[in-house]
């Protein structure tokens, strides 16, 4: 059993599947597993992002998923019973549609992960729901159960559990409990050092829109991360947490350096008092260590903030535009642009249209060949980075784009996909490009997609254009200049003065 393909991040899978205890040959008998008496059953499997991924490609609809992120999958009724069924239950041959990709959860069965009756640990133990743990030997049982046990010790085994923790079922009296899991419940507090702090899902999004619209975020000057979807798309990489008190909306993320937050505290008491708290909650989780943060502070925020006990540093500031002179790149100042467009219509025979989900497969080869063509370019390393994270929160975008209210083209050639945009409404006078690809070896197609973005913008009535921030890389630097930004808008990052 191969369980040892340790990733760096906090984005974890499980290489090779769990051992089968039940045979086949009993499971196809069965009329327990995969079936439920009612829709929001809380026996329904839980699928981690990746497992999402794996049972998408598989043919599952993404729209089985509350939660691209990590959710219990959707029920479909029966239709020769009361009950409800597994969307990948075939119930005439009683098999799994996807079992060499079913997820941990369902591998996992009949053992169960759960919740002790004080809610003090987490335990594995037997369910007596499956009728063939009523049959097997009880030393076979407890000798799997050592397996199992021996495997969910494992790094990679407690980082995939810490980071979906809502694998941890709740106590069932008929679960008869074999071993409690003393490293797993340390590692569940660990990531998650006070019991107020939930993991941001998709379900949190029309909250933090509501934090977001009470916040003083001004107009069309607002920076690109005052969104849900500008943080939600990176969860692979960090793991998302918040918190409101007295109504005020606090984000957390952790990296693994520790702990900091993407946005300063948003809500309606006066700023200097909750940035002090989120603070102060920084620095007790993260023992003192000099990574605790505020980024994304506006110029204003930073005014208003003048007198308190923080240091300042800036951060790459956001480059906003004007819609109309993008859409129409008139003039000697767009000339080079205008032409690389040109020459575009006049060769590549481009068509554009709306992202669909079908094309999904092609945009991710479209991705991988244009992270090569990126990788041959000159790229530095923090852009080799930024490159190799930024495959998952595509993935992300173009499972769940509509859901996270983003608007999603593609331009294709010869049939082929060869570029693809995805980018959101910031304010109501500002459309903000998200991200862009484009086939490098089309000369000028990242021009001409750009542009085209930026005239849907405009026609449905944005005024300026927010093409985010340059992430310090001076070529994507000199790239947002020479499109003449009507304003760059400050960003800062904000920490407690070190003594
Ligand atoms: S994913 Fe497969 S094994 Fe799991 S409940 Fe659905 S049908 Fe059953």
Not at 42 to 61: H, M, N
Not at 71 to 97: N, W
Not at 98 to 123: K, N, T
Not at 402 to 421: I, S
Request: hydrophobic letters at 40%; one cysteine or more; charged letters at 25%.
């Amino acid at each position: 059993m191969a369980l040892d393909q340790l990733e760096s991040k906090s984005h974890v899978s499980l290489s090779d599947p769990l051992p089968q205890f039940v045979p086949g040959s009993v499971c196809v008998q069965c009329d327990v597993c995969c079936r439920f008496p009612e829709s929001d059953s809380f026996l329904r499997p839980y699928f981690t992002r990746d497992e999402i991924g794996a049972a998408v490609e598989q043919g599952l609809s993404p729209a089985l998923f509350m939660d691209p992120a990590g959710s219990q999958i959707a029920l479909v009724k029966d239709a020769e019973s009361e009950g409800y069924l597994c969307p990948a239950f075939d119930p005439v041959t009683s098999r799994c549609g996807i079992y060499d990709h079913r997820p941990l959860d369902c591998q996992l069965y009949p053992l169960a992960l759960m919740w002790s009756a004080d809610g003090s640990q987490v335990e594995v133990g037997w369910d007596t729901k499956c009728p063939f743990m009523r049959e097997a030997v009880p030393g076979e049982i407890h000798r799997h159960a050592e397996r199992i046990h021996a495997l969910l010790q494992r790094e990679t085994t407690l980082r995939l559990l810490a980071n979906n923790p809502r694998l941890i079922g709740r106590f069932q009296e008929d679960v008869i409990v074999l071993a409690s899991l003393p490293e797993l419940t340390d590692r569940l507090r660990l990531h998650q050092p006070d019991p107020r702090l939930r993991p941001l899902r998709l379900e949190d999004a029309p909250r933090m829109k509501q934090a977001l619209e009470r916040s003083e975020c001004p107009g069309h000057e607002a920076l690109a991360a005052y969104a849900f979807v500008y943080h939600y798309i990176w969860a692979t990489t960090l793991s998302y947490w918040w918190m409101e008190r007295d109504g005020v909306f606090f984000l957390f993320a952790h990296s693994p350096d520790g702990w900091f937050m993407p946005l300063p505290p948003l809500g309606p008491r006066p700023l200097g008092e909750s940035v002090e708290e989120g603070l102060a909650d920084l620095h007790r989780w993260n023992h003192g260590s000099p990574v605790s943060r505020i980024e994304n502070v506006t110029d204003q925020q930073k005014a208003r903030l003048a007198g308190s006990h923080l240091q300042w540093s800036d951060k790459s500031p956001d480059y906003l535009y004007r819609a109309d002179s993008l859409a129409q790149l008139a003039g000697d100042s767009y000339k080079s642009q205008r032409a690389l467009c040109n020459r575009v219509e006049r060769t590549a025979s481009v068509t554009l249209r709306p992202y669909a989900v079908a094309d999904q497969p092609a945009c991710r080869d479209l991705f991988r060949r244009w992270a090569s063509q990126k990788r041959e370019g000159t790229l530095d390393v923090m852009g080799r980075y930024l490159l190799e994270d930024a495959e998952a929160a595509h993935e992300l975008i173009w499972a769940f784009g509509n859901r996270l209210g983003l608007v999603g083209t593609v331009a294709c050639a010869q049939d082929q996909v060869m570029g693809y945009t995805f980018g959101y409404r910031l304010t109501p006078e500002t459309f903000a490009v998200l991200v862009e690809v484009a086939d490098r070896s089309v000369p000028g197609l990242a021009q001409y997609l750009f542009r085209e973005t930026c005239r849907a913008a405009r026609h449905g009535g944005a005024e300026y254009i927010n093409a985010m921030d340059d992430a310090g890389l001076p070529g994507l630097r000199a790239a947002k200049q020479a499109y003449h930004p009507v304003a760059t808008i400050k960003s800062w990052i904000a920490s407690p003065l070190q003594p």
